[in-house]
């Protein structure tokens, strides 16, 4: 799957992230993260995010997390709800989001 | 907690009766009403108005919330209720400006900084990546060699004082990059404009054209440059525009001179040019300076050419002196068009 539109899901606020994707011109993805917690979680936020990408099958576009210290399902669910939002999806395979 | 506060968006050319209230949040927290806003989100608590920030295409202005409430998330609601609205409207990438004392609070909200003229403004993007991306890119385009010069022009439209300009510079330099402003607020449209010049510099060697971007004289950048056909000519915030130049796009591209024409009709474009030579030259830095070169206009029948002169002789329907003025595209383009009259 690719980015094919810009997208946003999520917020700024406590315990929440806000996600933005957008297409990039090439296959390729680039993934950014910001995080208040990046010095305790980093990794841990890091790991959640490629993983959550991987399943969804992206290839292409470019993801910048402004994360608040959100939980780990949180942080699946926005970026899960970005890359659907902005994505080149038609059916939606639902397994893939567990 | 602050649970019971609704958000919505208002048409600020609908909803003036909020207008009003709006102006008062603003007066308390020490700012003016911006020009160019077309629409507020804004957060009612009951019926008080608690916080406010106004868009104008994709620059956040007059960002507001009343103090008794500040440090319960009230702004962190208040910028992704603006996220949100502003991608509705097609922008995902925002700018703003604030006081360079209120940079950490943007920070918290997303927003990094871009440019600061210390004391006075800072320039803020939404994105940790936008200007170190553009740079990235621009740097694949960097050529060899020891002078290379820069042009940014608006060429609304090309005239034969641009191609002066051009093949003056690329004369003296190893290389030439050519930047066309974006920003389509012009009498002409950027498509237009960039085909002129692209047409206009053709067959020059050593030179570059690049398309403008949102990092050199944009609304974002330099918000008063295109306010200027429009007779306002306020504060000028061209400092911003320069310091962006000077930190991110000259070394990108390995930039040592930039060209510019005298300007003796247009205030604002004479302004930009005093102030390149101060931003770009003097100040202190922690990037190289550019060294300025200013070439006086090129003449025709003792009037010097400019964009300016075209654009008044196109309104009173004079096509008699445009052919001294203009290059032989440029004129197709204009008689071609239903700007002559």
Do not use: Q
């Given at each position: 799957m690719k980015i094919i539109k810009e997208a946003l899901a999520g917020?700024?606020?406590?315990?929440d992230l806000l996600v933005k994707v957008m297409p990039l011109p090439e296959d390729r993805v680039e993934v950014v993260i910001q995080s208040e917690v990046m010095h305790q979680f980093g990794e841990q936020i890091r790991q959640v995010v490629s993983q959550t990408l991987q399943q969804l099958g992206l290839v292409s576009g470019q993801v910048v997390i402004e994360d608040k210290g959100a939980l780990d399902c949180a942080i699946r669910a926005r970026v899960q709800a970005a890359i659907l939002r902005g994505g080149s999806i038609q059916e939606l395979d639902w397994s893939k989001l567990s | 907690m602050n649970d019971d506060i609704d958000f919505y968006t208002i048409d600020s050319h609908k909803n003036w009766d909020e207008g009003a209230e709006i102006q008062r949040l603003l007066t308390q927290c020490d700012l003016d009403m911006e020009e160019g806003i077309h629409v507020f989100v804004v957060g009612r608590q009951g019926h008080r108005l608690v916080a406010c920030a106004g868009l104008d295409g994709n620059i956040v202005k007059c960002v507001a919330t009343v103090p008794d409430l500040r440090g319960e998330s009230l702004a962190l609601k208040l910028m992704s209720e603006v996220s949100h609205l502003a991608l509705e409207q097609g922008h995902l990438h925002l700018f703003l400006f604030t006081h360079p004392k209120n940079v950490s609070f943007f920070g918290g909200c997303g927003f990094y900084e871009l440019a600061e003229v210390p004391g006075y403004v800072s320039l803020m993007e939404n994105t940790p990546i936008g200007i170190k991306s553009y740079s990235e890119q621009l740097h694949k385009l960097a050529q060899p060699g020891r002078k290379i010069g820069c042009i940014v022009m608006n060429?609304?439209?090309?005239?034969f004082g641009h191609q002066y300009l051009v093949q003056l510079a690329a004369a003296q330099c190893d290389w030439l990059h050519v930047f066309a402003v974006?920003?389509?607020?012009?009498?002409?449209s950027y498509r237009d404009r960039f085909a002129l010049v692209q047409a206009g510099v053709a067959?020059?060697?050593?030179l570059t054209l690049h398309h403008g971007s949102e990092?050199?004289?944009s609304r974002a950048t330099f918000p008063n440059y295109f306010f200027k056909e429009k007779g306002i000519v306020g504060e000028c915030c061209s400092a911003i525009d320069l310091i962006l130049f000077r930190k991110y796009i000259a070394p990108a591209l390995g930039i040592t001179h930039r060209f510019v024409g005298t300007e003796p009709f247009c205030t604002t474009t004479r302004k930009y040019n005093d102030d390149m030579k101060h931003w770009l030259q003097t100040a202190d830095s922690e990037s190289a300076p550019i060294s300025v070169v200013e070439v006086p206009r090129a003449v025709s029948s003792n009037i010097a050419i400019s964009a300016s002169e075209v654009r008044r002789l196109l309104h009173s329907g004079d096509m008699a002196k445009m052919p001294s003025l203009v290059p032989r595209e440029t004129l197709k383009f204009l008689s071609g068009n239903h700007y002559a009259t």
């Open positions: 917020t700024l606020e406590s315990s | 060429a609304n439209p090309f005239t974006r920003e389509d607020v012009s009498m002409f067959g020059i060697p050593r990092y050199m004289v």
